[in-house]
């Protein structure tokens, strides 16, 4: 499976993103889908998830109710909407798939990775 990330870019404190993650190869649609995302200095950390049928969701404390993440199987493809975005988002932000494990928190357990695109958040 290739992933393959978009969306990112610099944006005020209180602006809105979306990112866009696209799956090729395999059978990602029955995958369940992630966001990670890795600050300078930091170690990379769980954002958001969501189940291969997309009934379920599972968001890291810091970004609920700011971040919603969705899919559209049919375009093999998972969002992720940021709005009311900070400073402390800034982080490069990877999609990743886990292939039964539910829910996918933890970044040594995902089975794919695409690159990462980077959200820069000014103050």
């Known amino acids: 499976v290739q992933l393959q990330a978009s969306g990112g870019g610099l944006v005020q404190a209180g602006g809105s993103l979306r990112l866009s993650c696209t799956a090729s190869g395999g059978t990602s649609s029955t995958y369940h889908m992630a966001w990670f995302r890795q600050a300078p200095g930091k170690e990379r950390e769980f954002v958001a998830a969501?189940?291969?049928?997309?009934?379920?969701?599972r968001y890291t404390d810091s970004v609920k109710g700011r971040f919603t993440i969705s899919r559209d199987n049919a375009k093999n493809t998972v969002y992720l909407q940021m709005n009311n975005l900070k400073p402390e988002d800034t982080a490069v932000y990877y999609c990743?798939?886990?292939?039964?494990?539910?829910?996918?928190?933890?970044?040594?357990?995902?089975?794919?990775w695409g690159k990462g695109t980077l959200v820069t958040v000014s103050s």
């Open positions: 990743a798939v886990e292939r039964s494990i539910w829910p996918p928190v933890n970044p040594s357990g995902m089975d794919y």
């Open positions: 969501i189940t291969w049928r997309g009934g379920s969701t």
